[in-house]
């Protein structure tokens, strides 16, 4: 499970690459919050509910620039950093501050999916495929962006309750 982890701390690399060039055209964001759709650990199918016991409790992640951010299963946030090398093929991903787990990974987006594979601990090599085969140590990860919340318009009541209505004035 702790590949998990560096697997869920490497969706936030996914953010960096976003940054236009100059002659070319903007590349899409990955800001945003994602859901967890599938998670492949070394051959084995991880199912939703044991990634939210022992991950996301949301199963949910949220993308802000090269920050990371998600609750972990007690209900505490969470916040990793990652840097990205959109220049590569696939592109890559490195976490920031996986000494004890996997911290090279690569990822792909194509509009709301986002697919993430990342190896199982520091001494394994970077995934070259994306897949988490039996016996490659490795964690693949899909994710779909849902859609943003879109904020609601204040309405005010008809009578503020605080304050009611003047008598009306005898005519």
Do not use: H
Not at 47 to 67: A, F, H, M, N, Y
Not at 127 to 143: C, I, R, S, Y
Request: with cysteine.
């Amino acid at each position: 499970m702790n590949r998990l982890v560096a697997f869920v701390v490497s969706l936030a690399a996914v953010a960096g690459w976003a940054t236009a060039q100059p002659d070319r055209p903007a590349a899409p964001t990955t800001d945003g919050t994602w859901e967890v759709v599938a998670v492949i650990e070394d051959g084995r199918l991880i199912p939703g509910e044991q990634v939210q016991k022992s991950l996301i409790k949301d199963g949910k992640v949220t993308i802000r620039g090269q920050v990371l951010s998600f609750l972990c299963p007690e209900g505490k946030p969470r916040d990793l950093a990652f840097v990205t090398d959109a220049a590569k093929s696939p592109k890559q991903i490195d976490l920031l501050g996986t000494e004890k787990i996997g911290g090279k990974g690569i990822y792909r987006q194509d509009g709301d999916n986002l697919v993430i594979c990342l190896g199982g601990d520091p001494s394994a090599p970077r995934p070259t495929e994306f897949a988490a085969l039996p016996g490659q140590n490795a964690v693949l990860m899909t994710l779909r962006r849902l859609p943003a919340a879109t904020p609601v318009a204040y309405t005010p009541p008809a009578r503020d309750p605080l304050f009611p209505p003047e008598p009306a004035k005898p005519q």
